[in-house]
């Protein structure tokens, strides 16, 4: 075949090269007819039997995971078995059997487009992915009902092959990753599908959202397929191939000595300790946080569970979500901030507030994070008390965000201590010394960073604001990203400010800005005396690398040089420098 190339979303790093199987979900071919009154009881229970045979499938596919797996994969498949249970998916076809007289596959059919439009009226693309699980369980049903069992690919040997599909289920990612397939290519779905998700939990290189990709490649084909950049080519004559077969063994043997280095301690060349963590948001962080062997979480966003929800989450919610994720990391520190809500991150409807967003003012100088939880104060009592009743599940410390002054910690401070006589009242457990620090990403709380360390015991810099509110360069306008500088002497000025106050006050002070996992940066700030990086799992391993390859006393000089320098530029060359001893 001719050389062909194909773009779509790489969601899971890594190259692979194999040849393909294509995998055909066959299709349907839905019946709709009008039941006779006399066939409706037969018909009822003809949809009950086909619901307990879904179910039963998979449970089946459930108890085949390999109990060393993520449990999040798990967890798809029980939201599966879940939506068999609801009664979207189990009552209303029946109502539609009794009321409209429609057969099963039909009722299933119009149930499952009324759903799907719901769905696509979301302007939020996450949930818009959801109706990909709606699909692919109404699919179950109709297949049982039409004693039909998928066959894709069930006869074949996948061991090696790239599966190029139209879509996959999670259940079909779980069975084809135990057949040991070398990467997935689909037409369909997006960065946060849960086919997705799972792909690049379990590893395995994947590019979604190939239009057409079925068109144009077929069975035994070779193809590469470049998870990192989203990239799938056909027909590359041998000598192409082998350079890619060179990437693939040199990428393999970086991610092996990556991977070794996840039981050695992060310690730099001349002995100094240096604590690597990982910044989490969803729960398939904290599975890539213990794989790349971090520390503990530095920094868990707890927007995700306020956004995309027309509704506030209670204080049950919240406090289960947290002990949650303070169980799975058994006993390894978890640094919980509070709701950083507004500016990039959306409100929910129902916490409209004036803001001047409406009137063309601009967000990210307005009511958001600790601004809106002070306004608040129920909504923030809520969360805090949430976090404090986690606490008594492990080691749990709360850090507040986009502090600016001192009055807005003693305000916290206060809500806080309401909040623990409130739990102490009503004989709830919870840990009475859970550090309790802020975020340092509004300049002004650099410079305050000493009087702050007062009431506060560890400080947390928070660059990707840091450098914006510095510059006065928005993070997400394009126009202005040439400002958008790290290296900035003036960033590196309030960085070292905030150091040095920690320092004096004898409280810890991490990083967990993007900043802190930019390798290129690592012996800069470890030359400016930071000691604790938190930053997204997959750069971990590469940061610790540079870590142990760090005479951290021979850089000092030379960092605290950078802080003298005029610009930008100055300090790159200095860090080229830097990275080179
Ligand atoms: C930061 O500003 O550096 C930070 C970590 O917070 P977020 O990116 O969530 O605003
Ligand atoms: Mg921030």
Redesign the pocket.
């Known amino acids: 075949m001719a050389a062909l190339g194909l773009k779509g979303v790489g969601v899971s790093r890594g190259v692979a090269i194999g040849p393909v199987r294509v995998l055909q979900h066959n299709r349907l071919n839905i019946r709709e007819y009008t039941l006779a009154p006399s066939q409706i009881d037969d018909e009822l229970m003809r949809f009950q039997q086909a619901l307990r045979v879904a179910s039963q499938q998979l449970a089946e596919l459930r108890a085949q995971i390999p109990v060393t797996t993520s449990v999040d994969i798990a967890s798809f498949i029980d939201s599966h078995l879940l939506m068999l249970e609801d009664s979207a998916l189990s009552q209303v076809p029946q109502q539609l059997i009794r009321e409209r007289r429609c057969n099963a596959e039909w009722a299933l059919k119009l149930q499952r487009d009324a759903l799907v439009a719901v769905f696509d009226a979301m302007d939020d693309a996450y949930l818009r992915t959801r109706k990909d699980d709606v699909e692919h369980v109404v699919t179950r049903i109709q297949r049982a009902l039409m004693n039909e069992r998928d066959q894709a690919g069930a006869a074949d040997d996948l061991h090696g092959c790239i599966i190029v599909a139209d879509d996959l289920s999670p259940a079909d990612t779980v069975m084809m990753q135990h057949q040991g397939v070398a990467a997935f290519v689909t037409e369909l779905g997006g960065p946060t599908s849960h086919t997705t998700i799972l792909a690049r939990s379990l590893g395995i290189p994947a590019v979604v959202g190939v239009q057409h990709a079925l068109r144009y490649v077929r069975h035994d084909d070779v193809l590469v397929v470049d998870g990192s950049f989203g990239e799938v080519l056909a027909g590359l004559e041998p000598s192409a191939l082998e350079l890619f077969r060179k990437r693939q063994t040199a990428d393999r043997r970086h991610q092996a000595d990556l991977a070794k280095l996840k039981q050695l301690p992060s310690i730099s060349r001349d002995g100094l300790p240096v604590a690597l963590l990982a910044?989490a948001e969803l729960t398939e962080d904290l599975s890539a946080a213990k794989r790349v062997g971090a520390k503990g979480v530095g920094?868990f966003?707890t927007?995700f569970l306020f956004l995309n929800r027309s509704s506030l989450p209670d204080e049950q919610e919240q406090y289960l979500a947290y002990r949650k994720v303070v169980r799975s990391l058994k006993g390894a520190p978890l640094t919980i901030?509070t709701l950083?809500l507004g500016a990039?991150?959306n409100l929910p409807s129902d916490l409209r507030i004036e803001s001047g967003a409406e009137a063309g003012l601009n967000p990210a100088l307005g009511a958001r994070a600790i601004r809106l939880c002070l306004r608040d104060g129920d909504m923030f009592k809520a969360q805090l008390r949430a976090i404090l009743r986690a606490s008594a599940d492990g080691p749990v410390s709360l850090m507040l965000?986009m502090i600016a002054t001192e009055h807005e910690v003693l305000q916290a401070l206060e809500l806080l201590d309401q909040a623990r006589q409130e739990l102490i009242a009503e004989g709830r457990a919870f840990d009475e010394s859970m550090p309790i620090g802020c975020?340092i990403?509004v300049p002004a709380a650099a410079l305050i960073a000493d009087a702050l360390a007062r009431h506060l015991d560890f400080f947390?810099?928070?660059?990707?604001?840091?450098i914006q509110y510095t510059m006065a360069a928005d993070r997400l306008d394009h126009a202005v990203n040439y400002l958008y500088q790290p290296l900035h002497p003036g960033v590196l000025r309030l960085i070292d400010i905030t150091l040095k106050a920690g320092r004096k006050a004898g409280i810890p002070v991490s990083m967990?800005?993007?900043m802190a996992g930019e390798p290129r940066f690592t012996r800069l700030l470890l030359g400016l005396g930071l000691r604790e990086f938190s930053m997204q799992p997959m750069m971990l391993p590469e940061v610790k690398r540079i870590v142990q390859s760090t005479d951290v006393a021979a850089v000092e000089r030379r960092a605290r040089r950078a802080l003298r320098a005029a610009s930008a530029g100055e300090v790159e060359r200095m860090l080229e420098r830097i990275n080179a001893l």
Do not use: A, F, V, Y
């Not at 947390?460 to 840091?466: E, H, M, P, R």
């Open positions: 910044n920094l966003r927007e901030r950083d990039d991150k965000p975020m990403e947390s810099i928070g660059t990707n604001d840091l967990c800005g993007e």
